[in-house]
């Protein structure tokens, strides 16, 4: 098994202590890798390095600093296999999926250099005569970039990428179950032409290494996605030294089918997108609210798109759907199966192990639908993060809205109607960062993610929106008086 090494202040170093932790295969649950476990030491070394590198990397022009994440963009391409075979072999993406997240990472990062040189200030009126004032965008600083494990690569760049573009300097902690992810995104970032301590990489458990990372004086911004309740720790900790602290959370996204909706098109298009990545996506709706006048057609439908997914090998090009990502994951899955099903709800197809014997050792569930859901079970409740479609009943505008609204997340919402004005009025009284109306979400790089909703976030992530996350608005002022 291969052993890897962080990367602080240009060069690849082990972890003082010399631990080390494995990665698993999720399709095997064999061991994949290994990479160091940090602690508080490692942490400090990569924060002094990203504060010795920050003045220079700050100084220079935007334009140098997008040519550094074009090439870098030109290095995903270059080694798109590579990373497809990490996302393969330590994720279980299935490999056509895998192929098209690496060619998204790549226009991603071009997106990023482009918008970035277009980024803007502000002029002000000033209330004295002849002086000006104006706003300038400049880096916050040093920042912790806190990656969860759900779609890995395009979660790192989307993040890495926008800060440094922007004139920070970063620290990357990727998730542990994908590390080794993290080191080959890192060490594209290297073979880029990125300066030593502009990024450095540290391996290792969240709760001692995020820790550090929430708590250390040197850092003055930390871009975290994950679940809500570590962003609350994070926030705690990060509140000690005042940091800027920017977050995609959880999410519990309902999507609401009218009875005047197109039934077949929103059961065939929903149930297409769902279960994509074992459905592990913050943007995955975890409540389908039909109406019940189409209620049982669109089960239906659902259903029969659900059957045609094939579960298999994520290496195998065939496969549609590959294991869940980590054995907790699947663990907390199967236990909200089995109490969905203590509760009442209706198994309507799937949600046990594979029976193919090639996929036994694996982290593998059959992607499962359940039906006569109420609002008040455990499974419409929790956010699910795995391949199960819940779906319910509602009789009334009124009473879905309530229902949808009713939940601690507020990421993003669908609505299926012919009526226009019906579901523009939706989309007012939805307390959610985004809706998609009669299509399934469909993110893209130039509209701004998440969002200040509820438990789901602080602060917008992607776009430009995203990109002014990591700057500040200096304000300066002059005199023009003889
Ligand atoms: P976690 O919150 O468990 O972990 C995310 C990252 O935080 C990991 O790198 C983890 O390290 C680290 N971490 C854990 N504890 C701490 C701590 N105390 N201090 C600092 N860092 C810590 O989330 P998951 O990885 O399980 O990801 C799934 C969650 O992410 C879901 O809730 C999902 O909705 C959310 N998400 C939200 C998105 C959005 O856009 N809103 C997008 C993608 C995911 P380690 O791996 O070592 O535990």
Redesign the pocket.
Known sequence: MKSYKMYINGEWVDAVSGKTMPTYNPSTGEEYGLVPVADKEDVDKAVKAASAALPEWAKKTQQDRAKLIMRLAAQVREHAEELVELEVYEHGTPVMLARGFAMAAADQLEYIASISRGLMGQVLPHSMPNTVGYLKRVPIGVCAV??????PLM?MLSMVGPAAVTGNTCIL?????N?ILGVKFIELMGKAGFPKGVVNLIT????????A??THPGIDM?R????????K??LK?ASQTAKKCV?????NNPVIVCEDANVEKAAKMQAGRHYGNSA????TPGRYYVHEKVYDKFVEVFTEEVKKIKVGLPWEESTGMGPMANKQ?LERVNYLINTAKEQGARIVYGGEKPKDAALEKGFFLMPAVIADCTHDMTIARE?I?GPVGVILKFSSEEEVIKLANDSE?G?CAGVWSEDGAKALRMTDDLRVDSVFINMPRMMTSEFP??GNVKE??VGK?DSVCGMEEFTDLKFICTSYDK
């Open positions: 806190i990656t969860p494990w759900n779609v979660m902690k990727p998730a542990s179950v590390s290792g458990p969240g709760g001692s290494v995020g820790d990372l929430s930390i975290f996605t994950g679940a809500s309740d570590t962003g720790v994070i900790a977050m995609e959370l959880g999410g592990q996506n913050c943007s994951q956010e993060f997340y990421l993610w998440g789901s976030g992530s």
